[in-house]
């Protein structure tokens, strides 16, 4: 049983080192045509949802933590991050498919959000550094003819 035990710690701890901890961060966008003070600074991506798609296609679901980091594994290749709406082929927002344009949600469907691509067992690069928030009546695809509803700011 104690064995047992050591046997899992060693490889728990085996295990921590062959994965990166990256943190994701984001920049707020202009938004309703206000100058936010803000915008240059970078905020952490904490609990969000995204899938990752490894160099060999593999498809797993990870989260960031409250911090804004998430859990890559160190071995070599190109590893895309989507944002779930991305993968699954929805609408980036509650609004339904049919208010945006079909060509130009597929193409966006294949761009993924972040592209992280590891070049050894201590390196890696990821694009872009931070990413940016669509505008609630920014979504990528909207179709032109579509009235979104302004919600008053008091």
């Given at each position: 049983m104690?064995y047992?035990?050591?046997?899992?710690?060693?490889?728990?701890?085996?295990?921590?080192?062959?994965q990166?901890?990256?943190?994701?961060k984001?920049?707020?966008?202009?938004?309703?045509?206000?100058?936010h003070?803000?915008?240059?600074?970078?905020f952490?991506l904490?609990?969000?949802k995204w899938?990752?798609i490894?160099?060999?296609?593999?498809i797993?679901?990870?989260?960031?933590d409250?911090q804004?980091?998430?859990?890559i594994p160190?071995?070599?290749?190109?590893?895309?991050?989507?944002?779930?709406?991305?993968?699954?082929?929805?609408?980036?927002?509650?609004?339904?498919?049919?208010?945006y344009?079909?060509?130009?949600?597929?193409?966006n469907?294949?761009?993924?959000?972040?592209?992280?691509?590891?070049?050894?067992n201590?390196?890696?690069?990821t694009?872009p550094?931070?990413?940016t928030p669509?505008?609630?009546?920014k979504h990528?695809?909207?179709?032109?003819d579509?009235?979104?509803?302004?919600?008053?700011?008091?």
């Open positions: 104690k047992a035990y050591l046997l899992g710690l060693l490889l728990v701890y085996i295990h921590s080192f062959s990166f901890s990256i943190t994701l984001y920049k707020k966008p202009h938004c309703g045509g206000k100058h003070s803000d915008t240059a600074t970078y952490l904490a609990n969000q899938i990752l490894s160099p060999n296609n593999t797993d679901t990870v989260f960031t409250i804004g980091k998430v859990k160190n071995k070599k290749g190109k590893y895309f991050l989507y944002q779930p709406w991305k993968y699954y082929k929805t609408s980036p927002s509650d609004f339904p498919v049919i208010l344009d079909k060509q130009c949600l597929q193409e469907w294949q761009i993924p959000d972040f592209t992280i691509n590891v070049i050894s201590k390196k890696y690069k694009s550094l931070y990413y669509y505008c609630p009546d990528p695809c909207l179709r032109k579509t009235v979104i509803p302004r919600i008053p700011h008091y």
